[in-house]
């Protein structure tokens, strides 16, 4: 590669796709600019994962977290990838329908038990990484919604960065379980006529699941 900086951009424009000048608030440069900012978290949670694997033994005995750890190191590189296809937008596209039905076989795997009630982000030091990384990816694909209003974009990459979100979640609540920390469910803070009777057995129940 040449030098890092180029004096290109002091101007407040980047080159995108094949060449293209565009200002650095262009929403094509603020959408796969928010996949960086989580792919950038998503670096840090893996070298924690990686940490605590190795405090473990390594690989054999770090179990799920180097397991997690490996997934998310693909995940990276198709996040970049993702980018590509939000910047050139022409072409073979680089992310495609397998790369979304691996993250829900993850999902599938990791998900470790049925949700009673909405849970507050945090928990374990890993967990709330992963938590907060989900919402980064949650702020890339509105951003990508409303890149797509004027600029046509690959359904498989809108598919990945929803499955993704969805993948963090679940890997959050993994985490917290694998650590051995508790989830805090949260309090609903219900007026008293709505409540529902104890002996009817109402439940408040979870609305949307919690999910998209």
């Known amino acids: 590669m040449a030098k890092i900086y180029t004096r290109t951009g002091d101007a407040g424009t980047t080159s995108v796709g094949f060449g293209e000048r565009v200002p650095k608030d262009d929403p094509r440069v603020e959408a796969y600019g928010t996949l960086d900012e989580a792919n950038a978290l998503l670096g840090?949670?893996?070298?924690?994962?990686?940490?605590?694997?190795?405090?473990?033994?390594?690989?054999?005995?770090?179990?799920?977290?180097?397991?997690?750890?490996?997934a998310l190191e693909t995940i990276q590189n198709d996040l970049f990838n993702v980018g590509f296809d939000w910047a050139w937008n022409r072409g073979e596209p680089a992310i495609r329908d397998e790369h979304v039905e691996r993250l829900e076989g993850w999902i599938d795997a990791w998900d470790p038990s049925p949700?009673?009630?909405?849970?507050?982000?945090?928990?374990?030091?890993?967990?709330?990484?992963?938590?907060?990384?989900?919402?980064?990816?949650?702020?890339?694909?509105?951003?990508?919604?409303?890149?797509?209003?004027?600029?046509?974009?690959?359904?498989?990459?809108?598919?990945?960065?929803?499955?993704?979100?969805?993948?963090?979640?679940v890997l959050a609540r993994r985490l917290n379980a694998e650590l051995g920390v508790a989830?805090?469910?949260i309090r609903r803070y219900v007026p008293r006529a709505r409540r529902p009777s104890a002996r009817r057995g109402g439940s408040a129940g979870l609305p949307g699941g919690g999910r998209e």
């Open 115 to 169: 949700l009673r009630e909405f849970v507050l982000p945090g928990g374990s030091e890993p967990a709330a990484w992963a938590h907060l990384a989900r919402t980064l990816v949650r702020r890339a694909e509105r951003r990508a919604v409303g890149l797509q209003r004027s600029t046509p974009l690959n359904p498989a990459s809108l598919r990945y960065v929803n499955r993704l979100s969805d993948l963090l979640f």
């Open 44 to 70: 840090l949670l893996r070298a924690r994962l990686q940490a605590e694997a190795a405090a473990r033994g390594g690989a054999a005995a770090g179990g799920f977290l180097a397991e997690a750890a490996r």
């Open 183 to 185: 989830e805090t469910e």
